[in-house]
């Protein structure tokens, strides 16, 4: 349907503009009615250059610029050298069309006093939605400053972190690309990214690679133009490619320096193509041409690792914040966490939440959350954002035990389904997962089993996965009084076997007031532990590393991986 839509747009744009711009390069024509529904635009305006810049006044150039902005029913926009009185300009001009735009600031530049008095100077983007989240930081460098900006949003109806550069040769050894990729995969905390921009490089560059590699957070790249045969090297063609590191010239010297690069997990069937906004013989709107790119969304599959929500084959902590909105910090590696992304916006508030287990049978791990006295199964879209809760068993009230906090506990039962354990005055109940019914989630049809005495009262319930290895979750119990952890043995649909006490403590909840497993994080076979942590008035978050000592095992030095704020968290999960 959307398709659809964006044809019958682009066909009416390209009818009211035809005599103001110019058709796409002959090579590997992407047409604006039949492309892909995910569409960028990347496009170096050289707003400062004497040489280069654009001799059109600047409600001409918005014009010019908005124009193939909209015949393309671009999803985002990214503008390098891109002056603050061109920005501005364009964004109101784009306003109207639903865009939202970023600033990103690099320097003053004398040339930027063609369009408005304010000479900044920098980066810009325009993403087709009524509000983002914006990021930006500087890269090393001695010379001309230059930066990555980002804006996270929807785009297609997936929240999406799209992030614009320009590279400088004179940073090296890789023009700043790997500097870059690292902030990149700090702010989108397991999403997928798309990241445009000049980045001073041919295709064939070493300077790409870390892009192409990509980090464990986002996954490799594949790059719009990749696959454009027209271009291919004889090498490539030789070969019998589909891919090539090659691709349209974006410059009129015959350079390729301008790319879009899309997470390769998240994108398929990427397609791009060049073109001059403006008919020969009008002037060039720039020294370079504006580069359009295209790709279809890839649904991201489940993985088979405990606590992971993003799909990245790492595990993720949910927290809820005393605002009522609920964070996610996606796992980074080594007990370590990107910044936090709100994954939901109110409702929240006093919510206990987990995470382990496939509740709708899609092979996604999904959210499990009370609030109040209802249980809730929360979808999960694969990249750790949520779709619309479906009441767990059909039907969600009857929690309202303020101890019974039930929590998804993975496959307690062995019987290959998810299982949720709630703690009471009485013991610790296991209430034995069902199949999902047409994606919906269910309890089995049996009473639930008691599996732990009346000393789980006072117990926090941890969930550090299968420690044991016999395919069963097992479960810890932190005894809120002594601040000592039990492991506890699943024994299937029976008693928990005897505990055993782990090494290393005591973790008193006074000191340690929320505690977490998302089990082996760190992979290597020993489950770990994320706590808050009191530092005078505020709290920090610890990562205590698995380890083998003692029978059960037990836990190491803890680590600071978040330095203050996290007093106002109620629950982690």
């Not at 603050?84 to 109101?92: I, N």
């Not at 009485?426 to 639930?448: I, K, N, S």
Request: charged share 20%; with cysteine; net charge negative.
């Amino acid at each position: 349907m959307r398709l659809l839509q964006r044809a019958m747009v682009a066909f009416a744009l390209l009818a009211t503009a035809v005599l103001t711009t110019a058709g796409p390069a002959a090579a590997d024509t992407v047409d604006p009615a039949t492309a892909p529904p995910v569409r960028v635009i990347s496009y170096n305006v050289c707003g400062a250059s004497d040489t280069c810049r654009s001799g059109l006044d600047l409600p001409t150039w918005t014009t010019k610029v908005k124009e193939q902005t909209l015949a393309w029913d671009a999803d985002a926009l990214m503008l390098q050298e891109l002056c603050f009185g061109q920005w501005t300009s364009l964004r109101t001009a784009l306003a109207d069309a639903g865009y939202t735009a970023v600033w990103g600031f690099n320097t003053k530049a004398r040339g930027c006093g063609n369009w408005s008095t304010d000479t900044g100077f920098g980066l810009g983007i325009f993403v087709k939605a009524s509000a983002v989240d914006r990021y930006t930081a500087g890269l090393t460098t001695a010379y001309e400053p230059r930066s990555v900006l980002c804006a996270r949003g929807p785009i297609d109806g997936r929240t999406t972190l799209v992030c614009n550069t320009h590279l400088d040769q004179k940073i090296t050894p890789d023009n700043g690309s790997a500097e870059a990729l690292a902030h990149v995969d700090t702010w989108a905390a397991g999403l997928p990214v798309i990241l445009g921009g000049d980045f001073n490089a041919a295709p064939t560059y070493a300077a790409l690679d870390p892009i192409r590699a990509g980090l464990p957070g986002t996954g490799p790249f594949a790059e719009a133009d990749e696959n454009d045969a027209d271009f291919f090297t004889q090498a490539c063609k030789d070969a019998g490619a589909t891919e090539c590191r090659t691709g349209e010239p974006t410059t009129y010297d015959g350079k390729k320096f301008d790319h879009v690069f899309l997470s390769a997990r998240d994108f398929h069937t990427v397609r791009a193509s060049v073109l001059e906004p403006e008919d020969d013989p009008a002037p060039r709107l720039s020294d370079h041409k504006l580069l359009r790119a295209a790709a279809h969304p890839e649904p991201r599959p489940g993985t088979t690792v405990g606590g992971d929500l993003t799909g990245d084959g790492r595990p993720d902590l949910l927290a809820v914040k005393d605002d009522g909105s609920l964070r996610l910090y996606s796992g980074t590696g080594a007990g370590a966490l990107a910044g936090p992304r709100q994954t939901g916006t109110g409702g929240w508030t006093g919510a206990a939440v987990s995470h382990r287990g496939d509740w709708t049978g899609d092979g996604r791990e999904d959210v499990l959350a009370r609030i109040g006295d209802e249980l809730w199964v929360y979808p999960n879209k694969g990249s750790g954002e949520l779709g619309t809760r479906l009441a767990m068993g059909g039907r969600p009230t009857g929690w309202s035990n303020a101890s019974a906090t039930p929590l998804a506990a993975g496959d307690v039962d062995g019987d290959g389904l998810p299982d949720v354990l709630a703690r009471s005055t009485t013991g610790l109940w296991l209430h034995r997962g069902g199949p999902a019914v047409d994606g919906r989630p269910a309890f089995a049809a049996r009473a639930a089993l008691q599996i732990g005495d009346a000393e789980w009262a006072g117990y926090d319930v941890i969930l550090p996965g299968d420690v044991t290895g016999d395919g069963k979750a097992d479960v810890w119990g932190r005894d809120r009084a002594t601040g000592q952890i039990r492991q506890y043995a699943s024994q299937g649909a029976q008693h928990l076997a005897a505990p055993r006490d782990l090494t290393g403590g005591p973790w008193t909840a006074a000191d340690r007031r929320l505690a977490f497993s998302a089990g082996d994080v760190t992979g290597d076979g020993h489950p770990d532990l994320w706590t808050t942590r009191t530092a005078g008035t505020a709290e920090n978050l610890e990562f205590l590393p698995g380890t083998a000592s003692g029978i059960a095992g037990g836990l190491g030095t803890p680590v600071t991986i978040g330095t203050g704020g996290w007093q106002w968290l109620t629950d982690l999960g």
